[in-house]
């Protein structure tokens, strides 16, 4: 009876209550009935009927939750059907519309087994988180698009399969406002949940955020590059419609691999994000083009391996955007120093970025001198809600949507720190089955160390199940 009553808690309520008494008040939402005393009065011949009515109205919500938690826990006994980016390769190439069709389903039947298992985390976490109105409202996201997934009919035709991505865009836009949302809920929570207990739910839901995105992203992009093919095949205009194409004609398949990079090229991506980060802190502290630090690139220049850039790109620019603000900053008398500094030379020490590429593996090291990272910080660098990172992630006030990619930065300030960009270059990292490790050396600067499979064999780093506690 107890495991029937644990079901049913809302986000929030944690499954070790005392008594099922207990359990059922919360699962109910019951909260004590209390009175203005001003107007007590006033009120006391309606509040039986209120009474009734609201017991009536926790009856049938408790009624609901447990239907709804019997649905959720069809799909948290599923474990996610993981790849692999070389899987996801080879599937793209010789793309017809029967492979096409199954994508959509795969991904179709996916989606809901990943988000059933994260909202299955929001009922881990104790009472006090999941009434925070942040995490509700992710909770609320969530919930809904795990239902309009699992409701979608089965796709059997290519205009089915082009509302199945409208489907998925629309959860994508949607969901841009998680991370924010996500960041201002652990933030409040940062005095009333444990700092390793909040971190392992950020880690699940952020590594699990982006296997979700990926699926989805793949399939929209490889919907989009054969429709592309097959309207340049047909002698379509863009303005033109498939409306009358009941399918692809007989033999029609085209190559592509969506937002897969077979042989994507590192220090191409690496010259790319110093570009960027160079031109950001420039025009914040106004200063000419060419003035930040420059970015030296050395070892195996011409190195190459399987990866999706977007998520290479942020890793990068998140190291180089870091060292670039420590070094200006720890510099900065530089800019008016002309002795130190003669006109027409470099104004700050260079940052190198070391390529070495094995067989299995792609490691790229980022050396800077901005003095090294401060004995008191870096315990908690890669934490969430530690009380040093509480504060920055309060500035997710200022911002509604963030992707966490590279070509969104330009619409937030670099001087404002989320202290989210290191934790979450990790997770991109981990979920490919790699790694950033960060290394100070005091007075000096700071190395810091991305590793990554270098041939796309390695399955996606996700767990179904919530992670022990340690």
Known sequence: MLKHIQAVLPPG??????????????????SPLRLNTTVASSSASSSGSH????????????????????????????????????????????????????????VRSELPVRLAHRISDFQFLPYIAGTNPHLKMVYDLYWRAFDEFRKFPPVKTL????????????????????????????????????????????NQM?????SRRTLGEQHI????????????????????????????????????I???????????IIHECAQRAAGIYEDAYHLPPGSAPQVLVEGHTHATFMCIPAHFSYIIHELLRNSMSHVMR????????????????????????????????????????????SPDVLPYIWSFTHPLKAKRLHNFHAIHRMEARIDEVDSVSPLV??????????????????????????????????????????????????????
Request: proline share 5%; aromatic share 8%.
């Open 258 to 268: 969506g937002i897969v990079r077979a042989d994507c090229n590192v220090a191409q």
């Open 159 to 202: 205009d089915d399969n082009r509302r199945f991505c409208d489907n998925v865009k629309k959860n994508l836009l949607e969901h841009s406002q998680v991370i924010p949302q996500l960041g201002m809920g652990v933030s409040e929570c940062a005095d009333l949940v444990s700092p390793d207990e909040i971190d392992r739910f950020m």
């Open 330 to 373: 720890r510099f900065a008398g530089r800019l008016e120093d002309k002795e130190v500094h003669p006109v027409g030379g470099p104004l700050f020490p260079p940052i190198r970025v070391t390529i070495c590429s094995s067989h299995n593996d792609i490691v790229v090291r980022v050396s800077d001198e901005s003095g090294g990272i």
């Open 13 to 30: 309520t944690t499954r070790t209550a005392a008594c099922p008494a207990v359990a059922l008040l919360h699962a109910a939402n019951y």
């Open 221 to 256: 992009v490889l919907s989009d590059q054969f429709d592309d093919d097959l309207r340049a095949h047909l002698g379509l205009r863009p303005s033109e419609s498939f409306a009358q194409l009941g399918a692809a004609p007989k033999g029609f398949a085209t190559q592509r």
């Open 417 to 470: 720190s989320f202290g989210f960009g290191l934790p979450m270059s990790r997770v991109y990292a981990k979920y490919w089955g790699g790694n950033v490790n960060v290394h100070s050396l005091p007075g000096y600067g700071v190395d810091a160390y991305v590793q990554l499979p270098r041939l796309g064999n390695v399955v996606e780093n996700i767990s179904a199940r919530r992670s022990p506690q340690t």
């Open 51 to 106: 009474l009734r009515s609201s017991q009536a109205q926790s009856g049938r919500s408790l009624q609901q939750k447990f239907y709804e938690n019997r649905i959720l826990d069809r799909y948290t006994s599923q474990e996610p059907k993981k790849v692999t980016l070389r899987q996801l390769v080879l599937f793209g190439r010789q793309l017809t519309e029967d492979k096409l069709i199954a994508s959509a389903n795969y």
């Open 206 to 210: 952020l590594i699990s955020r982006i």
